[in-house]
């Protein structure tokens, strides 16, 4: 059984491999939901990694985007009128809780605002 486990890991993209290791990570804190699950327009909480980051302007107040997954979709985090939040950085792992809207780039998921929490 350790070989059959050994010979897949060593076959297996590296990639894949961290996305079913960020995905089991996500899945084991409770009260978390995975971001394909999380319907629009229903406060919920989502446990990703932060996989990109930046500042956008907007009419005069800036805003910081994160990108948020964790190994099932993406969501896009927008926290508005900050440039930059302590911690919050690429590979970064957090919790985020709030309101999801499906307005975001080609029909993702977006989240203005959110409660969060750093990992």
């Not at 327009?41 to 910081?64: D, H, N």
């Not at 957090?94 to 307005?103: D, E, K, M, W, Y």
Request: net charge positive; hydrophobic share 40%; aromatic share 6%.
């Amino acid at each position: 059984m350790a070989f059959k486990k050994l010979f897949k890991n060593l076959t297996t993209p590296v990639s894949e491999l961290d996305t079913d290791r960020l995905r089991k990570f996500c899945e084991s804190r409770p009260g978390a939901v995975s971001i394909v699950d999380l319907p629009a327009r229903v406060e919920g909480t989502v446990v990703g990694e932060i996989t990109s980051l930046r500042i956008v302007p907007r009419a005069g107040s800036p805003s910081l985007e994160a990108t948020i997954t964790d190994g099932s979709g993406s969501l896009l985090v927008v926290w508005t009128g900050r440039r930059k939040i302590a911690g919050v950085s690429p590979g970064k792992r957090l919790v985020v809780s709030g309101r999801g809207a499906a307005t975001g780039p080609r029909g993702r998921l977006l989240m203005f605002n959110p409660s969060y929490e750093l990992l």
